[in-house]
């Protein structure tokens, strides 16, 4: 079975930094991509960040470019996410998820669809 924990989450200011954890359990985590998604209330989920089996390629959605940084440590089974300069737009529930394909090479991370396991969440609040 596979598990997905997140950690990390918390009440910051605006400008601070926050690092999510995600240690992943019951799946060969080398063998497939991670994403980083968040959900704030009124809005849809979306991703933020994603990045490959390899940790080769990564991807960030325009509004965090700059500011996150996705990172995997495959003997840990661990993916983070280093968030600096946060704004309060940031304010959401934050999952991480698995990708569903094994050694997937292609540029479909940002879709719910392309994942198949998804953690309970954790929640990022930035106040002024």
């Known amino acids: 079975q596979v598990q997905l924990v997140e950690s990390g989450g918390g009440l910051v200011q605006t400008g601070g930094s926050l690092r999510l954890s995600c240690a992943a359990s019951?799946?060969?985590?080398?063998?497939?991509?991670m994403g980083w998604f968040r959900h704030a209330p009124g809005q849809e989920r979306e991703c933020v960040a994603a990045i490959s089996f390899s940790g080769g390629s990564t991807y960030y959605a325009d509004s965090v470019k700059g500011r996150l940084t996705i990172s995997r440590d495959n003997a840990k089974n661990t993916v983070y996410l280093q968030m600096n300069s946060l704004k309060l737009e940031d304010t959401a529930v934050y999952y991480c998820?698995?990708?569903?394909?094994?050694?997937?090479?292609?540029?479909?991370?940002?879709?719910?669809?392309?994942?198949?396991?998804w953690g309970q969440g954790t929640q990022v609040t930035v106040s002024s």
């Open positions: 998820a698995t990708h569903r394909r094994p050694y997937y090479s292609g540029s479909s991370y940002t879709a719910d669809e392309m994942y198949d396991y």
């Open positions: 019951g799946r060969t985590f080398s063998r497939f991509g």
